[in-house]
């Protein structure tokens, strides 16, 4: 899947992206880049707002796993079961939120439980990133339904 091709899905099914300004930098196989500029996702202190970043790492995350099972010719459904989100510097421009697997090992172990059983959790991490300087670190953990 392209850059482009992302970006039109994600903003299809998740109307929020688009109004924030998502757009996606990079996808490749073991991670997906998204960027998201400052001004749609704006708190009172002029940075970014919390819940944008968060939203936009959560985002990243839940892509990387919506390609890689695309890829697979799966269709199956992911919602995310818990997050846990580490801000550490303030965002006050356009950022880049980077996912990749907790542990690429672990995909293959996945997709067998999910072929199984019809249902799997895979943890996803992602770094949000301003001015080369990493901003934000977000975990989730995501729950995969069988084919719907």
């Known amino acids: 899947m392209q850059p482009p091709e992302l970006a039109q899905y994600i903003h299809a099914r998740i109307p929020l992206s688009k109004a924030m300004g998502v757009s996606v930098v ?6 997906i880049t ?14 970014v707002f919390g819940g944008s ?9 839940w892509a990387l796993l919506h390609v890689r099972l695309q890829s697979e010719g799966r269709a199956d459904r992911l919602v995310i079961q818990r997050n846990v989100m580490e801000y550490q510097h303030p965002i006050d421009g356009p950022f880049t939120a980077r996912s990749m697997l907790e542990q690429p ?3 293959k172990p996945f997709t067998d439980m999910l072929a199984r ?14 001015q080369g ?7 989730g953990q995501f729950v995969a339904l069988g084919e719907p």
């Open 26 to 31: 990079a996808v490749e196989h073991d991670a």
């Open 34 to 47: 998204l960027q998201a500029p400052l001004e749609p996702n704006l708190n009172h202190r002029l940075t």
């Open 53 to 61: 970043a968060s939203a936009v790492a959560m985002l990243a995350s």
């Open 105 to 107: 090992d672990a995909w």
């Open 117 to 130: 059983r019809g249902k799997a959790r895979i943890t996803v991490l992602a770094v949000l990133e301003h």
């Open 133 to 139: 300087r990493v901003a934000a670190r977000f975990s």
